[in-house]
Structure formats: structure tokens, C-alpha cells
Nanobody, 122 residues
Framework: QVQLVESGGGSVQSGGTLRLSCAGSGYTYTHNCVGWFRQAPGKEREGVADITSDGSTTYADSVKGRFTISQDNAKNTLYLQMNSLNPEDTAIYYC????????????????WGQGTQVTVSS
């Protein structure tokens, strides 16, 4: 049974940092990518970043230079380091496994975590 469990969300002030983690178990790669998505209130879910098994990364333009995705294959854990946060980053952040690399194509995502709330105040 696939499980993706996010942690690390919270409330910070503008300019602050957070590190999200996603511990995964019970899945195998088919599309060979894992990543992070987010959904802000009243908006559609959008891709944030993803990473291949060999460490190649892609980022949404809105987070380039501020967010860093990484993974620890030994721990089967995905991370998202978020720096220079601003109120527009406020959203529920979802870990996703078995994605199409670089496309952020939501219907193709195989597995979702339950989400973790990130709130950035000005």
C-alpha cells in the first residue's frame, strides 16, 4: 500500500524559511519522478518542483531561485527547502509520486500525500 506522509508545514512571516519532508513507502516508480504541488485557496492545484531518480530537477517559474527540491533515496524521503517565502506561497503543499517528469500533469500523478499547510504572513 502506497503511503506518502508530508511534514514540516507551518506559519512563517514573509522572508522566512520552511523545509517540507515527504516520507514515502510502498510504491515503485513508473514515470520516474516525484515532486511537490500546491493549492492555494480558491485556485487550482499547480506544480512546484520535481526531481528524477538521478537528481535532475525542474521548478515552476514562481519558485525558481527560492525553493530547492531534493531526495534521500536511502530514506525514501523527498524534501522541499523553501526560502524567501512570501504571502503568495501560502497554500497546501502536496507530495506526489509517480509523476511525469517536468510536466506537472496532474491527471498523470500516481500517488498523493495528504498535504501540509504553509501560511506566510506579511
Amino acid at each position: 500500500q502506497v503511503q506518502l506522509v508530508e511534514s514540516g508545514g507551518g506559519s512563517v512571516q514573509s522572508g522566512g524559511t520552511l523545509r517540507l519532508s515527504c516520507a514515502g513507502s510502498g510504491y515503485t516508480y513508473t514515470h520516474n519522478c516525484v515532486g511537490w504541488f500546491r493549492q492555494a485557496p480558491g485556485k487550482e492545484r499547480e506544480g512546484v518542483a520535481d526531481i528524477t531518480s538521478d537528481g535532475s530537477t525542474t521548478y515552476a517559474d514562481s519558485v525558481k531561485g527560492r525553493f530547492t527540491i531534493s531526495q534521500d533515496n536511502a530514506k525514501n524521503t523527498l524534501y522541499l527547502q523553501m526560502n524567501s517565502l512570501n504571502p503568495e506561497d501560502t497554500a497546501i503543499y502536496y507530495c506526489a509520486a509517480d509523476t511525469i517528469c517536468g510536466s506537472y500533469y496532474i491527471p498523470a500523478v500516481g500517488y498523493w500525500g495528504q498535504g501540509t499547510q504553509v501560511t506566510v504572513s506579511s
